[in-house]
């Protein structure tokens, strides 16, 4: 019988080096919506398709409907995921450990006419979107 001594792990790993800034999704969206036009609001709808008042039901405190027991109102947020905003947005992402990162992936082949090129073009985008913004390189590993 063969002994393992160290790490094992059935999972895969994968590196990143990204130039941009740290981002999640809650500070993303607003630029995100502005940038592109869309509108962030939420969107309130009925609950359920029930003949009540739910405007007078809410005024007296009531969150359910009294003949199905569904919310009166439910709340559909308009939002997009991270992948999908940083495509409309030009600009590319990584997911660090605990964090995410958006800006230019620097992984790629680049020549270095065109690595500058896409630097320089990044950070005016980034600065554009986020105004004054530290824009620094991040690497790391994520593990899925």
């Excluded at 609001?41 to 039901?57: P, T």
Aim: proline letters at 1%; aromatic letters at 8%.
């Amino acid at each position: 019988m063969k002994k393992r001594n160290g790490f094992v792990s059935n999972s895969s790993s994968s590196s990143f080096c990204i130039m941009g800034v740290e981002m999640d999704s809650e500070e993303l969206f607003p630029i995100y919506c502005k940038a592109t036009g869309v509108d962030g609001s939420d969107n309130v709808m009925a609950g359920c398709d029930c003949d009540i008042d739910r405007d007078q039901l809410k005024s007296e405190g009531s969150k359910f409907c009294p003949k199905c027991g569904k919310d009166i109102f439910i709340i559909e947020e308009k939002y997009e995921d991270l992948e999908t905003m940083c495509d409309a947005l030009g600009i590319e992402m990584a997911y660090g450990d605990r964090t995410t990162y958006v800006g230019c992936n620097l992984d790629d082949n680049w020549s270095v006419e065109s690595l500058v090129e896409s630097l320089q073009d990044t950070e005016k985008k980034l600065k554009e979107l986020f105004g004054d913004v530290d824009i620094s390189v991040h690497s790391g590993v994520t593990y899925n």
